[in-house]
């Protein structure tokens, strides 16, 4: 399929910022910050992604304050001296011709936790303090664990929640200083913005909590902060746990649509459509979760909220993700755990939907060679990717 007929890999514009393709990095944790820092892995951990053909490539999780991150090892962007690190990164992806893109979120109840790795995200312990990590407090809508034997969360006072709100207008001005191209608020998987969204946790009675337009303030000054700290013309994204995971009486679709058409208005471009998460990690629960068992989330909310989606959540290939976009059911889609398996995935994809035939997406230093093989190739009986042709 020509390039220019293959939806995967047409542009998309926001404002004034020109998406190159659709294909967006999903968040993913990588618990490898040093002091809050970025390092030299992330450098190349997010520079292959631009190498593999992501048209935006979107940073974890980074917090705005050292406590509102999710362990030791996740980035923040709560200090000026954190902007220089970024700027390489989001210069080396600039490089490659793709869009960098951050996320800003705050841990609220899920902070203070180990590596996923170490201890399947279990909170710190007391003992986890002599090799320097001591646990920290958490904070919260409410004085409630995310479960039993977590610790409890200090309820947060009106003027914190205005000094965290604040912090995310902060971290939106460095994000822009380091060049960033988009920002995506996490307000999913029960983290603190989350976690004030869902009637399961948000039991206050002042103005952070109560009915759901209550429930929401949060969110939305969070967002027009932001809005107020970020250029007119950069896109806004925001994550939502479409329906919070939590049982009965939680946090619904119907209300994520309410949600999406006020963060239309206060500023937000796109929802990413994700799930779950309001006690433990969404990522470690197996419950059956066929090929993008999210999407359908992405579907209403683009069609009843009226604005561009996100769809997430094992999208394994291009074209899977081609039909998504063909069927009207998202404007982007965010390739995760698969990415992991293959930093290239973006321009496999291509060669999936055969909109790259001569590898011009690709890297010249890369490209050129791969171009030159094909001929090789076939006459070894060989398809352009290397495969066995079938006739
Ligand atoms: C290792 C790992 C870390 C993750 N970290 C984040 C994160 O920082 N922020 C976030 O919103 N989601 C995070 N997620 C969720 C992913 O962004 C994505 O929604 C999820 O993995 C489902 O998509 P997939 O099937 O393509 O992997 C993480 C997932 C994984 C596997």
Same mark, same amino acid.
């Given at each position: 399929m020509p390039a220019t007929e293959c939806a995967l890999f047409s542009p998309f514009k926001i404002r004034d910022t020109i998406f190159p393709n659709r294909i967006v990095? #999903?968040?993913?944790?990588?618990? +490898?910050?040093?002091? $809050? &820092?970025m390092t030299d892995w992330h450098f190349v951990h997010y520079g292959k992604f631009a190498l593999g053909g992501f048209g935006t490539v979107l940073t974890e999780a980074v917090a705005v304050e050292p406590r509102g991150r999710i362990s030791y090892g996740c980035?923040?962007? !709560?200090?000026?001296?954190?902007?220089?690190?970024?700027?390489? /990164?989001?210069?080396?992806?600039?490089s490659q011709g793709s869009l960098a893109a951050i996320q800003l979120g705050h841990s609220g109840r899920k902070g203070s936790s180990h590596r996923p790795w170490e201890a399947s995200y279990g909170p710190l312990r007391q003992a986890d303090a002599l090799p320097g990590e001591e646990p920290w407090p958490l904070v919260g809508p409410v004085a409630v664990p995310i479960d039993e034997g977590y610790p409890t969360p200090h309820a947060l006072t009106t003027a914190e929640l205005h000094d965290i709100v604040r912090k995310f207008g902060e971290a939106a001005r460095r994000a822009d200083e380091a060049g960033f191209d988009m920002i995506e608020i996490h307000g999913a998987h029960g983290y603190l913005i989350a976690s004030?969204?869902?009637?399961?946790? &948000?039991?206050?009675?002042?103005?952070?909590?109560?009915?759901? #337009?209550?429930?929401?303030? %949060?969110?939305?000054e969070v967002v027009r902060e932001i809005r107020a700290n970020w250029p007119a013309g950069k896109a806004l994204f925001f994550r939502v746990s479409a329906e919070d995971g939590g049982g009965p009486g939680g946090w619904s679709v119907e209300d994520s649509v309410v949600l999406a058409k006020e963060l239309h208005k206060a500023g937000v471009d796109v929802v990413d459509c994700s799930s779950g998460g309001l006690r433990t990690s969404a990522v470690l @629960? &197996?419950? =059956?979760?066929? %090929? $993008?068992?999210?999407?359908?989330? #992405?579907?209403? %909310?683009?069609h009843e909220a009226s604005m561009a989606t996100m769809a997430v959540g094992l999208i394994l290939d291009g074209p899977q993700a081609e039909a998504i976009l063909r069927e009207d059911r998202a404007d982007f889609i965010a390739i995760g755990r698969q990415a992991m398996y293959d930093?290239?995935? =973006?321009?496999? =994809?291509?060669? @999936?939907l055969q909109s790259d035939p001569d590898f011009s997406n690709w890297n010249e230093s890369?490209?050129? !060679?791969?171009? *030159?093989? /094909?001929?090789?190739? +076939? %006459? =070894? $009986?060989? *398809?352009?990717?290397?495969?066995?042709a079938s006739d």
């Open positions: 990095l #999903a968040p993913m944790m990588q618990c +490898k910050a040093v002091d $809050g &820092n980035p923040g962007l !709560w200090s000026d001296d954190q902007v220089p690190m970024m700027r390489r /990164i989001v210069d080396f992806v600039h004030f969204l869902t009637p399961l946790v &948000n039991e206050r009675t002042d103005e952070y909590g109560g009915d759901r #337009a209550g429930r929401m303030r %949060l969110a939305l @629960q &197996n419950t =059956a979760r066929g %090929l $993008g068992f999210q999407v359908p989330y #992405a579907d209403q %909310l683009r930093p290239f995935w =973006a321009h496999h =994809a291509a060669q @999936q890369a490209g050129w !060679w791969l171009h *030159k093989r /094909i001929g090789t190739l +076939k %006459l =070894a $009986g060989c *398809k352009p990717d290397g495969t066995e």
